[in-house]
């Protein structure tokens, strides 16, 4: 099951990348990045890490290698990153929200509203935090 996540997770980030027009030789890297995301967030939730904390961390990883593939191929660190984050952002949680509301459970609803906020302000955090410790790192003498 694991494997099939992974692969799926590979797929959906270059295809995003599609969608974004990033460079056709740079499809695969976006899709590692999503991929390794992805990997980060299964490592830190089945290790017992709150949903929230484990989407922080697989969003500052994804920040992170993002970093390390503009530098490497002379590109935006853009181009990976939003492509890479797309398995993570919280679209079934945000659905479930929605579909309580239709059905008057506004109790569900807030929860799921309230977790799917959480979430995204996780990968948000996460993509933050990477850019100022990469900053850091660079104005290092």
Known sequence: MMIVQLLLSFVASSLF?????????LLPH????????WAMYMAAARSGV???????AAAFFVAF??????????????????SGIIPLVPGGTAFEAMRHVVMND???AISLAAKAFMISGAIA???????????LVKRRP
């Open 50 to 56: 709150d949903g929230v904390a484990a989407t922080f």
């Open 30 to 37: 976006s899709g590692f990045v999503g991929m390794s995301g």
């Open 106 to 108: 506004y109790n569900a």
């Open 125 to 135: 955090m996460g993509l933050i935090f990477s850019e100022v410790v990469n900053q």
């Open 17 to 25: 990348g599609v969608i974004f027009n990033i460079p056709k030789r």
């Open 65 to 82: 290698v993002s970093n390390g593939f503009a530098r490497r191929y002379r590109t935006p660190a853009t181009i990976f990153i939003v």
